[in-house]
């Protein structure tokens, strides 16, 4: 097992005396990342899949402001979609994504 650095030790002794309190305020996102870590743990399949470097960076990229790794984010929305519960928006065009379009008719 890892040693622990100064910080990490100082955290660990602050965590047992009982004085670390959660940051999470509301009970929606407490659902959610229960959902997260749910979703996370029940994992028992492996899947490879080809996609463009410019919607793997999007997806990083939300993945980063959500603050959970990409893979998990991936793994939600394909669940959600797989259970009927991701809804499309109306005209949820991107940037990037008229971008892609005014390139390729370009070509």
Avoid at 62 to 82: C, D, I, N, W
């Amino acid at each position: 097992m890892k040693r622990l650095d100064r910080d990490e030790k100082r955290m660990l002794a602050a965590y047992e005396r009982g004085e670390l309190q959660s940051v999470i305020t509301s009970e929606s996102a407490l659902r959610r990342y229960r959902e997260y870590a749910r979703a996370t743990l029940t994992k028992n399949r492996r899947v490879n899949i080809r996609m463009s470097t410019l919607d793997l960076a999007d997806i990083q990229a939300r993945a980063a402001e959500e603050g959970l790794p990409y893979q998990t984010l991936m793994a939600s929305v394909l669940h959600k979609f797989a259970t009927g519960r991701l809804h499309e928006r109306k005209s949820s065009v991107t940037s990037r994504s008229r971008r892609t379009v005014r390139k390729r008719t370009a070509a």
